[in-house]
């Protein structure tokens, strides 16, 4: 028998709040991990390019030059590095911080507005700019300070990530 343990409902919230961070940050340390380590072996990381990206890959090319295609992953590393801050405010009470963040590195600026019209798939298009358009909803999520409403708000944010990912390839 565990004497003197007193679960509240505030407790068990936060307790719900850590664990989901934490997955959040792991997640984001993974992605981050999985780019550093191209370092240490090359040609199986080159391998597992290859594999990716073959033809029984399914997803589809954009069919980017080289310095676009390139842009276009900076961008989306900065995207993943501003959810990863997101995170780690929360977890820190900053919802302002995180709102600013929100806005300004994932939302719908005039300068994303302008790099996703430029794309000529409209589908990839499309997404991209719903993408931003949750951040900015993010972001008004973020300045209510609610826990609950900024995790949902980030989980369709990155929900667009992960449709992105999963239907189109560089």
Do not use: W
Not at 79 to 88: K, L, P, T
């Amino acid at each position: 028998m565990m004497k003197g343990i007193k679960f509240t409902f505030k407790g068990v919230h936060r307790i719900r709040t850590i664990i989901l961070l934490s997955t959040i940050l792991l997640f984001s340390g993974v992605a981050f991990d999985s780019i550093a380590k191209d370092n240490g072996n090359v040609t199986e990381h080159r391998m597992h390019h290859n594999k990716m990206h073959s033809a029984d890959d399914g997803r589809i090319s954009l069919g980017l030059p080289p310095a676009m295609k390139q842009h276009q992953l900076a961008n989306m590393r900065a995207h993943v590095e501003a959810v990863r801050s997101i995170v780690g405010l929360i977890s820190e009470g900053s919802f302002d911080k995180a709102s600013h963040i929100a806005h300004s590195k994932l939302g719908l600026t005039e300068e994303m507005k302008k790099m996703c019209n430029m794309f000529e798939n409209k589908d990839f298009k499309d997404l991209g700019l719903a993408f931003h358009k949750s951040g900015d909803t993010l972001g008004e999520a973020l300045k209510t300070k609610d826990i609950t409403k900024s995790l949902d708000a980030l989980h369709t944010t990155m929900g667009y990530c992960v449709q992105c990912h999963a239907t189109f390839r560089q």
